[in-house]
Nanobody
Framework: QVQLVESGGGLVQAGGSLRLSCAASGGTVSNYAMAWFRQAPAKDRALAAAISRSRGSPYYADSVKGRFTISRDNAKNTAYLQMNSLKPEDTAVYYC?????????????????WGQGTQVTVSS
């Protein structure tokens, strides 16, 4: 069973950048679909970006398209979320998730493996 540990969150001013990392153990990221969800206070956990096991196109929520990039480094067994042009509305706890499914569902309940989350705060 894969274990996931996120890092890289923090406080940044609007317009700035952060790169989140999701280090995997007990499994190889190339064998999993990987995703980044985010949850703002009093809101549901929502899919921000996902990448499939295959070389298919990644998924991005409309709210992050053009600003965020999901990737993975198989040699480091780590997935990343590069976040540029950050906005205050990007403030949330960001969670890394993994699934052995060939699909990339937007529903968090369909992703079986989760990290503990990392806080991202964007000040205006």
């Amino acid at each position: 069973q894969v274990q996931l540990v996120e890092s890289g969150g923090g406080l940044v001013q609007a317009g700035g950048s952060l790169r989140l990392s999701c280090a995997a153990s007990g499994g190889t990221v190339s064998n999993y679909a990987m995703a980044w969800f985010r949850q703002a206070p009093a809101k549901d956990r929502a899919l921000a970006a996902a990448i499939s096991r295959s070389r298919g196109s990644p998924y991005y929520a409309d709210s992050v398209k053009g600003r965020f990039t999901i990737s993975r480094d198989n040699a480091k067994n780590t997935a990343y979320l590069q976040m540029n042009s950050l906005k205050p509305e990007d403030t949330a706890v960001y969670y890394c998730a993994a699934s052995t499914s060939a699909m990339m569902p937007t529903t968090s309940a369909l992703w079986p493996y989760w990290g503990q989350g990392t806080q991202v705060t964007v000040s205006s």
